[in-house]
């Protein structure tokens, strides 16, 4: 048990684009797939069972990982809180699939699919590849994230407006306004605002601190953009079809 959980992984480290990782990846897509199926059906009751389920799984996986990291004695208050924005969407994210709140799915959808993509992708587990719970541990989170917002725009029709990517630009600035005095009180470097991450990342080829953020804006708000644009272009061709 000790091999699957220790902080020491003396297995195969993790390699991008090996088997394992590809598994892991056909996973998820396969998973997302199978939501065109289930929204055919139309019982209340199934609905809700999945959605409780995905909610169970990642509020479940997320306190495995705080505990893993108090027990290998690397809890600190400076790295652990959940405030970087796939542990705050991993929350945001079971609460909207429970009460399945709009304000929420905008969120969820807008800001977390972008950025959860970019996590399994390119992962940062370290020397932890598979079977090693970091490994599992990674890809649940991250996975669960894209797929509870495609699922309830999939299944249970939530769709982002025009209003959405506002609301969504707003908030995500607002919060990181917030970080950074979390930042500036602790010495911690949440959402990375305060220096660039210690691990190579895409930070790096984005110029100095503060530059990299203002680069990081633009990037997340191109994203936010061709996430709706399938919703844009749907909305237009309506419009024609109406008109025509």
């Known amino acids: 048990m000790d091999y699957y959980f220790s902080k020491n992984f003396t297995g195969a480290p993790f390699q991008i684009f090996y088997p394992p990782h590809l598994i892991a990846l056909t996973l998820i897509l396969l998973l997302n797939i199978f939501f065109i199926y289930f929204r055919r059906v139309e019982s209340p009751q199934a609905r809700q069972r999945a959605r409780y389920a995905m909610a169970a799984i990642l509020i479940v996986n997320e306190i495995g990982w705080h505990l893993w990291h108090y027990f290998t004695g690397q809890w600190t208050i400076q790295t652990m809180l959940p405030l970087h924005v796939c542990s705050v969407l991993v929350f945001l994210g079971a609460a909207m699939l429970i009460t399945r709140n709009y304000t929420l799915y905008e969120v969820q959808y807008l800001l977390g699919i972008g950025g959860a993509i970019q996590a399994v992708l390119t992962p940062d587990v370290g020397i932890y590849g598979f079977p090693h719970f970091r490994f599992f541990q990674t890809f649940i989170s991250?996975?669960?994230?894209?797929?509870?917002?495609?699922?309830?725009t999939v299944v249970e029709g939530y769709r982002p407006t025009v209003k959405s990517l506002w609301r969504v630009f707003w908030i995500t600035n607002v919060y990181m306004i917030f970080v950074?005095?979390?930042?500036?009180?602790i010495g911690s470097n949440y959402?990375?605002?305060?220096?660039?991450?210690?691990?190579?990342?895409?930070?790096?080829?984005?110029?100095?601190?503060?530059?990299?953020i203002i680069w990081l804006e633009v990037i997340g708000l191109a994203t936010i953009l061709i996430l709706y644009a399938p919703f844009a272009i749907?909305?237009?061709?309506?419009?024609?079809?109406?008109?025509?």
């Open 142 to 152: 991250h996975g669960l994230i894209i797929s509870s917002a495609i699922y309830m």
């Open 234 to 244: 749907k909305d237009r061709l309506e419009r024609k079809t109406v008109v025509g």
């Open 180 to 185: 950074g005095l979390v930042n500036w009180a």
């Open 191 to 212: 959402m990375f605002i305060a220096r660039k991450p210690d691990t190579p990342s895409l930070i790096d080829v984005l110029g100095p601190w503060p530059l990299y």
